[in-house]
């Protein structure tokens, strides 16, 4: 699976281990920035590279990397398509997936370590949406909200 990856600033440390997980998972990343470390830089850009690569088909998922993830997850699900979500715990990764078609993982990277960060990002791309009439309802009246 291509997973599109994005941080800013304060989330540039996290990104190469990231990088290496997902790459040891089998999966191929597509790097949405940043590139260097730009104290200036401002996490909605690559919220948006991020769920834009998701919405055009260059990546199946996403990863979005800030200081608390809470920006992060907030500008991606601006974007029509993207369901994101800020995850501490391996539960919500993988079942926001499996219940909620998660397609968009954000982490603080203020908020936990290297080690667990690797763990969410293995829960969140090794499950799959069960497809489940209830889960299919209720996404479909998620989806609902945005065509309004």
């Known amino acids: 699976m291509n997973v599109a990856i994005g941080t800013d600033h304060a989330g ?9 997980a997902i790459e040891a998972l089998g999966h191929t990343v597509v790097d949405c920035g940043a590139m ?11 919220a948006e590279a991020v769920s834009q690569a998701v919405l055009d088909g260059r990546a199946e998922r996403g990863v979005l990397l800030c200081g608390s ?10 974007f029509t398509g993207i369901r994101s979500a800020l995850c501490h715990d391996t539960f919500s990764a993988r079942q926001g997936v499996e219940d909620d ?7 603080g990277a203020r908020v936990i370590g290297p080690a667990l960060a690797v763990e969410l ?12 009439e209830r889960h299919r309802r209720r996404l479909a009246k998620v989806e609902s909200f945005e065509r309004r």
């Not at 540039?12 to 290496?20: D, M, Y």
């Not at 078609?101 to 982490?107: D, G, P």
């Not at 293995?122 to 499950?127: D, I």
């Open 101 to 107: 078609a998660m397609n968009v993982l954000a982490l």
């Open 69 to 78: 993830g809470v920006g992060a997850s907030v500008a991606a699900n601006k």
């Open 36 to 46: 260097r470390v730009d104290p200036g830089d401002d996490y909605p850009d690559f």
């Open 121 to 132: 990002v293995g829960a969140f791309l090794r499950a799959e949406f069960s497809g489940a």
């Open 12 to 20: 540039f440390v996290l990104k190469a281990t990231i990088v290496e």
